[in-house]
């Protein structure tokens, strides 16, 4: 047993493994986490994450090693047993109930009672007190069902600090929170440690591990690479660990197509958050958007695809006027637009991958078979082919949708774009709640269509990875386009310095 001065560590996880039917998801793996520490877990998806913290939040059993938690050895057969050692877990795919209040929900299971009934006074006055303590701004007696991702998240997370948790774990925390959401979790989170809990934290966002973490552990197939001190580690050092290779091998270099001609227009666009944008896609480009949220760099996609209401304004789509146009009308014309929610807006999640691939291709004339119905044969092959294009593997491609890791409902999502011939390609943040390794297929997927001369908007609040796909970036400010940049102006301080002015200047001021 391991002790950090004197002191035994909160968890300690030895020689951990874990056999499923012909997978070993985990081969020996150890972990520590000390009181009062913020301990990262990096990899990529199918790297063992997800199966490691199963196991110490009681969902899975190891096949080998040892637990401890507080120095004493733990053999639980449940997530109650779990809870019950102390420890809290907030994943991915929230456990709330959504017809129950906040209130009913954080004290599900640990109902307040006077006596042979509930005292629901007492448990409003304790909720309410424990939200004050987070700082988490929530109407405490609406049901859950009205409440945002980023809200149901924050209740997640008080539900757990509620049972007194010791060990919070928080599986990407962040996909759903705007970045003030974000900067409220992280003051949450330096209160808990100051408090003593341990937290281990589960990320793709290599950018937030130097606002939070002591330490992290890197797992590559199963396996563990390193334990690294956050502060001694540079992020693409953490990247090499992770992927196995250089930071510079994720993205690709992409050709721009010389001369491209104008595909879509726009002119004086206004909408709910969308104060007079110009701005034309060419043929052959990437073109990248970038901004905070609420900055109106999603919206003006979304009004000119009439997703939402475009109040004034001109778009002009291959040399056709279509202000105003139904969406289904500029679908069909040769637009893909790809939806940051996945699961609302992208996908079926009850269906396989195949038959979502194959609802794209319906309108093919090409599939028909005789009497002019679709050939079912032709059909699933054309959807194998694409996905084993976006790396699927085969298989995935008869189970749910719903089943998949986030990096495979994304390859999904991308694969549905393919199977008919588009000109234009809009991917609104093409690799949220991704891994670098499963991003790096992904953006060859998007050098491929550029290269095919496509027209490629990227909008992304991943600095980085806007700026090394753009050929053009455009920032957005309040509502408006404060910077179009491209060559050396592609550079981080440039783009976030335009990140908070209200319009666009001439290239040749933005140095």
């Not at 690294?228 to 992409?254: C, F, N, W």
Request: aromatic share 4%.
């Amino acid at each position: 047993m391991l002790t950090v001065l004197g002191e035994p560590l909160l968890v300690e996880m030895t020689g951990i493994s874990k056999d499923f039917p012909g997978v070993k998801a985990l081969s020996g793996v150890d972990f520590q986490l000390r009181h009062g520490e913020v301990h990262v877990l990096f990899g990529e998806n199918g790297a063992g994450k997800s199966t490691l913290i199963s196991i110490l939040s009681g969902v899975y059993r190891p096949t080998a090693g040892i637990l401890r938690v507080n120095g004493e050895e733990v053999h639980f057969r449940s997530v109650q047993d779990a809870r019950r050692a102390g420890i809290g877990t907030v994943f991915q795919e929230l456990s709330l109930v959504p017809t129950l209040t906040v209130i009913e929900n954080v004290h599900l299971g640990q109902e307040l009672q006077r006596g042979l009934l509930i005292d629901r006074k007492a448990m409003e006055r304790d909720t309410r007190a424990l939200f004050g303590t987070l700082g988490f701004d929530i109407d405490v007696g609406l049901p859950v069902s009205r409440l945002s991702r980023a809200q149901q998240q924050m209740v997640e997370i008080a539900k757990a600090i509620h049972a007194k948790a010791r060990v919070l774990i928080l599986d990407e925390p962040t996909a759903s929170l705007t970045e003030r959401e974000t900067e409220r979790l992280f003051g949450f989170i330096r209160q808990a440690r100051q408090r003593g809990v341990g937290i281990v934290y589960i990320s793709h966002r290599i950018q937030e591990f130097s606002q939070i973490a002591d330490r992290i552990t890197v797992l590559r197939d199963g396996k563990l690479i390193a334990t690294v001190d956050q502060k001694a580690t540079s992020e693409s050092a953490l990247v090499t660990l992770m992927m196995g290779r250089a930071i510079d091998k994720v993205y690709p270099h992409i050709n721009r197509q010389p001369d491209g001609e104008t595909v879509l227009s726009m002119r004086g666009v206004h909408a709910a958050g969308v104060n007079g944008v110009d701005i034309d896609v060419r043929a052959g480009e990437v073109l990248g958007v970038a901004g905070l949220v609420g900055s109106g760099k999603s919206r003006v996609w979304r009004s000119i695809l009439g997703l939402q209401p475009l109040k004034a304004g001109t778009v002009v789509l291959f040399g056709k006027n279509v202000s105003g146009s139904p969406t289904r009308k500029l679908l069909h014309s040769g637009v893909f637009y790809m939806s940051p929610d996945r699961k609302a807006e992208g996908l079926v999640l009850s269906a396989s991958p195949r038959d979502n691939i194959q609802l794209d291709l319906l309108d093919r004339i090409d599939l028909a078979g005789r009497f002019g119905l679709r050939s079912l044969r032709r059909t699933r092959a054309v959807a194998d082919a694409i996905g084993a294009r976006v790396d699927l593997a085969r298989r995935s491609m008869p189970k749910t949708v719903a089943a998949l890791s986030g990096g495979n409902q994304q390859k999904v999502l991308f694969g549905k774009g393919l199977g008919q011939d588009r000109r234009i390609y809009i991917f609104d943040e093409p690799t949220i709640g991704v891994d670098m390794g499963t991003r790096s297929q992904l953006y060859l997927l998007i050098r491929d269509l550029a290269e095919a001369g496509k027209a490629v908007v990227v909008i992304s609040s991943d600095l980085p990875e806007v700026m090394h796909l753009a050929h053009r970036l455009l920032v957005f400010s309040n509502g408006r386009i404060s910077a179009e940049l491209e060559g050396d102006d592609l550079v981080e301080d440039v783009v976030l310095r335009h990140f908070f002015k209200e319009s666009r200047r001439p290239l040749d001021e933005h140095a």
